[in-house]
C-alpha cells in the first residue's frame, strides 16, 4: 500500500510537466500566426515529452497490474490517456522538424 502512495505522489507531481509536453506547441512560428518553418526542431517538445511519457506509461503498467481496486484502474485510465496526449504532441514534433519541407529548408 505504502509504495501505490508513492506512486501516486510521483504521478500527481509529474502532472505540470505532463501538461507542458501536451500544451507546448510543435511549431512556435505558427502557434504566434506566422507561417514559416520552425528549424530548432523538436527539442522544445520532448525535453518535457520523454520523461513525462515514462513516467505515466509506467504508471498505467503498475497500476494495471494493481487493480485489487476500481480507483487503481481509474488511474491507470487517466496515466495511458495522459501518456497519449503526451505522445501525439511528441510525434507531431518530429513530423514537423522532419518532414520534407523542413529537410530542404533548413539543411
Known amino acids: ?3 501505490m502512495t ?7 507531481a509529474a502532472l505540470p510537466v505532463a501538461v ?8 512556435s512560428y ?4 506566422i507561417e514559416a518553418l520552425d528549424c530548432d526542431g ?10 513525462s511519457m515514462l513516467i505515466y506509461g509506467a ?8 487493480r485489487n481496486r476500481r480507483f ?4 491507470s485510465l487517466c496515466c495511458l490517456l495522459v501518456f497519449c496526449f503526451v505522445g501525439w504532441n511528441a510525434v507531431a514534433a ?12 533548413c539543411a
Open 6 to 12: 508513492i506512486l501516486y505522489l510521483v504521478l500527481i
Open 94 to 105: 518530429m513530423r514537423e522538424s522532419y518532414g520534407p519541407a523542413s529537410i530542404e529548408a
Open 42 to 51: 523538436p527539442m522544445s517538445v520532448l525535453i518535457f515529452a520523454v520523461p
Open 30 to 33: 505558427r502557434a504566434q500566426g
Open 72 to 75: 487503481h484502474g481509474a488511474a
Open 20 to 27: 507542458l509536453a501536451a500544451a507546448f506547441p510543435v511549431n
Open 59 to 66: 504508471g498505467a503498467l503498475l497500476l494495471y497490474r494493481n
Open 1 to 3: 500500500m505504502r509504495g
